[in-house]
């Protein structure tokens, strides 16, 4: 069984500041790692995927893969109010198929 | 594109009742999968599809539920007969050939089984 393990939160920070997301897995062998944003009430919506390990930034997003440890983590620097939502990880199946199994979500508040 | 599209938004109903659930995928796109979303157990794939045709229904909680894709622009996930545990939030979602890691989510459905 794949297991995808995250923070249920809710993880409350301060506009502005620097949120952590994280997530570990059980499958050593994934390949492929990404994170999705769910705003109540809304779909998920992929938001960052990484596939290398090290960092990938995108504007105030930045993903982090640390495959020997079996992490990934996502920091939102400058936290906004409009980032305020539910974070899936998701981690990429090995074997080929590649059908991604998801984490539970951390709720993340960014307080004014 | 329009993205996925599902039907209905929200479905309320009775226990023992049939419940059909339909999905329109992304045009182009080869893969479709169904989700169900709880508070209690997160978001579990319920079965997907490549080319129409079931790959992995091993989420698919008991015989109740049933899924099938017609064609490359419809699927349809049935339960019969619903029950009060069964409500959640359904997902579909769509992803090509070499991406199926990508997933593309429909809106989702809202079942509540009274």
């Known amino acids: 069984q794949k297991e995808v393990e995250q923070n249920s939160g809710p993880l409350s920070v301060p506009e502005g500041a620097i949120a952590s997301l994280n997530c570990t897995y059980s499958?050593?062998?994934?390949?492929?790692f990404f994170w999705y944003r769910q705003y109540s009430g809304k779909s998920p919506e992929l938001i960052m995927s990484?596939?290398?390990?090290g960092d990938k930034e995108d504007g105030r997003f930045t993903a982090q893969l640390n495959k020997a440890s079996q992490y990934v983590s996502l920091l939102i620097r400058d936290s906004q109010p409009s980032d305020s939502a539910t974070y899936l990880c998701?981690?990429?199946?090995?074997?080929?198929?590649?059908?991604?199994?998801f984490g539970r979500g951390t709720s993340l508040i960014v307080h004014p | 594109d329009a993205g996925v599209i599902q039907s209905p938004r929200h479905e309320v109903t009775e226990m023992g009742q049939e419940v059909t659930l339909r999905c329109k995928p992304i045009?182009?796109?080869?893969?479709l999968f169904w989700y169900r979303q709880t508070m209690m157990r997160g978001l579990e794939l319920l079965i997907y599809?490549?080319?129409?045709?079931?790959?992995?229904d091993s989420g698919m909680p008991e015989d109740r539920f049933s899924a099938k894709m017609p064609n490359a622009s419809f699927s349809t996930l049935k339960i019969q007969p619903s029950e009060p545990r069964d409500s959640a939030v359904y997902f579909c979602?769509?992803?090509?050939?070499?991406?199926?890691?990508?997933?593309?989510f429909g809106p989702g459905t809202r079942l509540t089984v009274l």
């Open positions: 045009s182009g796109h080869d893969y």
């Open positions: 979602a769509s992803s090509t050939q070499g991406r199926t890691d990508t997933q593309y």
């Open positions: 499958d050593r062998g994934s390949q492929s």
């Open positions: 599809f490549n080319n129409n045709v079931p790959i992995d």
């Open positions: 998701a981690v990429g199946s090995s074997g080929g198929s590649y059908i991604p199994t």
């Open positions: 990484i596939y290398s390990n």
